[in-house]
């Protein structure tokens, strides 16, 4: 097929950006900037970042004191002395639960939207 001269092949997307007005890529970035840092400082000022805060410091004390309360094979479990082994399963726990959050914080963001 032979292009009639003066046109151009425009791509899809300078073709929609056409269509939509005047967004360009900058002015998206500024507003997913602007929206995000709107929803941390909604989730900040209100209620849910409390009950957030309770339900980690709950799954961290039960990481920490569960394990004295059980018993396998007749015999109570111990914390061990190697302060290295403790950090580590702490904080491979506590990466589970910044994740849990995260999430948590996220669906009250998306749900926010329609309220």
Request: hydrophobic residues 50%.
């Amino acid at each position: 097929m032979a292009s009639e001269e003066g046109t151009e092949k425009v791509s899809f997307i300078e073709g929609m950006a056409d269509k939509m007005g005047s967004y360009t890529t900058n002015s998206d970035v500024k507003q997913v900037f602007a929206v995000m840092s709107n929803e941390v400082l909604k989730f900040l000022r209100g209620k849910k970042i409390y009950v957030y805060l309770v339900l980690l410091a709950l799954f961290l004390s039960l990481d920490i004191l569960l394990p004295l309360f059980l018993e396998v094979d007749g015999e109570v479990m111990t914390l061990t002395d190697d302060g290295a082994e403790i950090a580590r399963g702490v904080l491979n726990d506590l990466s589970l639960a910044l994740l849990i959050m995260a999430t948590l914080f996220s669906a009250s963001s998306i749900s926010s939207e329609f309220e």
